[in-house]
């Protein structure tokens, strides 16, 4: 099993949102790099649900791959605000996975936390100028982020 991070906005998706529904679709990720994280990820494996862009920035709970990458159908929706005109059914260079909840924190580990933490300074979270919506996460990495929990 991989583990990754993966950040949302909390207006768009949260931990409490996804936990509510139990799975959701994970979409609208427009960097190739991040793309290819998603691509890469398997059925079981585990993600540091992120809340970005919001007043409280941090890790606020753990969720799981439930469906391997597939065609990002937000792509071809022009009503979509991830909509990529270049994209079609035939070439669609977008994925997304589907995802379900496994635990929500008992408050959001907050990125000041996770700068302070020697065993998270490779992180590319924590790293200057790295804006990566999706990233992978070591063993060590990860048992450094439960800890704080």
Request: net charge negative.
């Amino acid at each position: 099993m991989a583990y990754w991070l993966m950040k949302s906005e909390p207006d768009e998706l949260s931990i409490e949102a996804l936990a509510r529904l139990g799975h959701a679709r994970w979409d609208g990720v427009r960097n190739y790099q991040a793309r290819n994280f998603l691509r890469a990820m398997s059925v079981g494996d585990e993600f540091l649900f992120y809340h970005s862009s919001c007043p409280q920035p941090g890790v606020a709970g753990i969720a799981r791959i439930s469906a391997a990458a597939y065609p990002d159908p937000t792509a071809l929706d022009p009503e979509s605000h991830y909509h990529d005109a270049k994209a079609s059914a035939e070439k669609n260079p977008w994925s997304a996975v589907d995802v379900e909840h496994v635990r929500t924190f008992r408050k959001v580990l907050g990125l000041g936390l996770l700068k302070q933490q020697a065993a998270l300074a490779e992180l590319p979270l924590v790293q200057k100028g790295s804006r990566l919506s999706v990233m992978p996460v070591t063993p060590e990495q990860w048992q450094a982020i439960l800890a704080l929990d």
